[in-house]
């Protein structure tokens, strides 16, 4: 399936990302593949806090799953894995990190939307998606039809995302303001960018064009409603894995906050768990 003008840019910007990202110590992909019990501060923070509970011996999609860092960690927590991107050089990588640090796991290339054309009749226990996806793609409800085809019966649902509200405050410096400088709903639609890097490694992007799409909270909630599934929790959490915003500070593991005092001010990141009813 072709893509849009919107997802044919942002698959070039990625493509770009891959090669930094590879050499980033953000991504700490050497240790992965020199320790086999490493495994990535996104995963870390699901496992602290038991949100998506034990995955070992059921069959987990990633979709979206860039370069697979996060991909193989669920890897090294028994499941069997297989990792979604629409960038070919991602899951080059991703096929690559998962020979060298000997953690098994199948890579295809494909865009979210025509998944089940290139996995087809394909379920799995769980569907996987990580921090800072969906805000790739234009159409949630689609998105949720997806994820519901994809599920077993019975099967799980889990994201870790940024939080909407955390995507639409400025990431300039306003002082002590929190200021709304990105809109909140889908119905805003592209918001289109240009960027030289990249957030994580040092190197510069050649196509820096790339678009965001926003989803409320209830956007997300209720379009996997509508696509057949219970939710189990939505949990909001005041941390987040990068500095969105100038005044945030250190919170521990690699996390940040917002400053002492305003930590109940802004939700940070969010997490859903779901079911497909058997």
């Not at 050089?89 to 939307?113: H, M, Q, R, W």
């Not at 089940?116 to 009749?121: H, I, M």
């Not at 990068?242 to 001010?265: I, R, Y």
Request: aromatic share 10%; with cysteine; hydrophobic share 35%.
């Amino acid at each position: 399936m072709p893509l849009d003008e919107y997802q044919s840019a942002n698959r070039d910007n990625w493509n770009d990302r891959v090669p930094i990202h590879l050499n980033s110590d953000e991504y700490a992909v050497q240790k992965f593949i020199d320790d086999p019990k490493h495994i990535s501060e996104v995963v870390q923070f699901d496992l602290d806090r038991n949100e998506l509970g034990d995955v070992a011996g059921k069959s987990l999609l990633h979709l979206q799953c860039h370069i697979g860092h996060d991909t193989l960690s669920w890897a090294r927590q028994g499941a069997e894995v297989t990792g979604v991107d629409f960038s070919e050089p991602a899951i080059e990588a991703c096929k690559n990190l998962s020979a060298k640090s000997s953690t098994p796991g199948e890579f295809v290339v494909a865009d979210v939307y025509d998944s089940p054309n290139v996995l087809p009749d394909r379920q799995f226990d769980i569907v996987y998606t990580g921090v800072g996806a969906i805000c790739w793609l234009p159409d949630i409800k689609r998105w949720a039809k997806v994820v519901a085809g994809f599920l077993k019966p019975g099967g799980t649902f889990y994201i870790l995302e940024g939080h909407p509200m955390m995507w639409a405050v400025s990431d300039e410096d306003h002082g002590d303001k929190i200021v709304l400088d990105w809109p909140y709903f889908e119905s805003a639609g592209p918001q289109g960018y240009e960027e030289t890097t990249t957030y994580a490694g040092a190197g510069t992007i050649e196509h820096t064009k790339q678009y965001n799409f926003t989803h409320g909270l209830g956007e997300t909630i209720n379009a996997l409603i509508q696509a057949g599934l219970v939710i189990d929790f939505v949990h909001e959490h005041k941390v987040v894995h990068w500095q969105a915003n100038p005044t945030m500070v250190p919170a521990g593991n690699g996390l940040w906050k917002m400053p002492d005092g305003k930590e109940d001010f802004l939700p940070l990141m969010h997490s859903i768990k779901a079911h497909k009813p058997e």
